[in-house]
Structures are given as C-alpha cells and as structure tokens.
C-alpha cells in the first residue's frame, strides 16, 4: 500500500482502509506508524513522552468539527489566538476565519494517514486538556520543551513540521507532524477536482458559499505549507 497511490476515497477520508491502528490508538499508514514509534523511543530517551491527540481523521469527523466551527459550538479564533464572534462573520471572511485553524472536509492532511498532533505526557498535569495553542510551544508554555526538540529532531525520523511558522494559510501549529515520504505523495495526488467530488458527494455547512471560493481555499490553505528544512 505504502508504493501505491491512494485513492481519491482515502485521500478525502472517506476510506480509512489504508491504517493500521497502533496501542496508543493512532491510525496511521504502516510505514508512518513505524516511523513513530521510533521517534516516541528517541523521544522517550530524552524525558519526553509523545502522544498523538489525533491523527487520522475521517470526512465524517472533519465535517462536524466544521459544522460546530460555523455555528459557533467550536471557537474560532484569530492569529492572536482571541475568540471572533463568528456569526458577525460572512462570506469569504467566515470561511477565512475558520480555515485559519481548522481544515476543509475533504482537504485536511489528517485524512492520510501520515499527520499527528503531538503533545508531552511527561509534563502535561493532571487532567489537563491541550488546546493546541501556539502558546502552549512557546517560551512559558507547557509544551515549551516539546516545542523546541520537534524542529531540531522530527526530520531525522522522517518528519517535517508543515505549519511550523504562518505562510498566509493555515495558522502555525508547532505541534503538527508529517511523515514527509508519504505525504509529499498525497500532497501531490489530491487535486482540486477531487475534493469537489468529494463535497459533491457529502454535503457540509456553508457547501453553496464553499464551492463558490473552493480555488481560492484549494491554493491558499491546502496548497501553501512550510517545505521540510534542509
């Protein structure tokens, strides 16, 4: 599986059938799933103890998290990481708003199977719930150390961060890993034809005024990411 391009159902998330599910719970394609682990042990060895709150997500569970996105259930927050009132929000800037931090169904790179949000268990407090905040990887934040180990260490095992600074897309998210050798595929396969297929199929909140800029959010927030340091 890991030689064969995906299909247009697994690149959108709609077929899962390309995972495998480790004890921790991640669902990841085999070749990431073994690259993790050893990136946990590494970790491990310098008092870090990884832990994904996500990894692979379907369509279906994309689209809800948009759908609480748009009637304001979920915050949405702005760079300077304040909540906006998004009924106050139309149009192309409601959609900007929301994309800022949260992936189009059908678009997000968590559908491939080679994406983790991570966070350190060794430092996280007792029922302490991460926001997966910027702050939170910064000087002062409970994640600093996770923050500063991920860029100097994720490359050797296969990873790249590819939101690790703004580039007028997606937010930065210091905590978002790829596994580079598969995604790249992926990154590369999933076009704009197909995700519309694929919102054609299955309807989302807000589907007519999405359709209408989904060039506009393919180039902007699907195509522009940080590329893997040298």
């Not at 073994?34 to 689209?63: D, H, M, N, P, T």
């Not at 926001?131 to 994720?154: C, I, K, R």
């Not at 990154?187 to 007519?208: C, G, H, N, V, Y």
Request: glycine share 6%.
């Amino acid at each position: 599986m890991n030689k064969a391009w995906l299909s247009a159902q697994q690149l959108t998330g709609q077929d899962p059938s390309h995972l495998v599910q480790l004890a921790g719970g991640e669902q990841l394609q085999p070749e990431a799933a073994s690259a993790w682990k050893k990136l946990c042990q590494q970790a491990a060895a310098e008092g870090i103890k990884l832990a994904a709150v996500s990894s692979f997500r379907s369509y279906q569970r994309q689209a809800l998290i948009w759908q609480q996105k748009c009637s304001g259930i979920r915050p949405v927050l702005n760079q300077q990481q304040h909540t906006l009132d998004i009924e106050q929000l139309v149009g192309w800037n409601k959609l900007e708003a929301i994309l800022l931090y949260s992936a189009l169904p059908g678009a997000s790179r968590h559908h491939w199977g080679t994406e983790l949000d991570v966070i350190d268990l060794a430092v996280s407090p007792p029922d302490y719930q991460p926001q997966l905040l910027p702050s939170e990887y910064q000087p002062g934040g409970v994640f600093e150390q996770l923050g500063q180990w991920l860029p100097e260490h994720a490359q050797a095992a296969g990873f790249f961060l590819p939101y690790r600074e703004y580039r007028g897309g997606v937010a930065a998210e210091p905590w978002h890993l790829s596994y580079q050798s598969l995604s790249s595929r992926c990154f590369e396969q999933l076009t704009l034809d197909m995700l519309e297929q694929a919102l054609l199929r299955q309807p989302i909140a807000e589907q007519e005024l999405v359709l209408a800029h989904l060039p506009a959010i393919y180039q902007r927030f699907v195509q522009t990411l940080c590329e893997p340091t040298a």
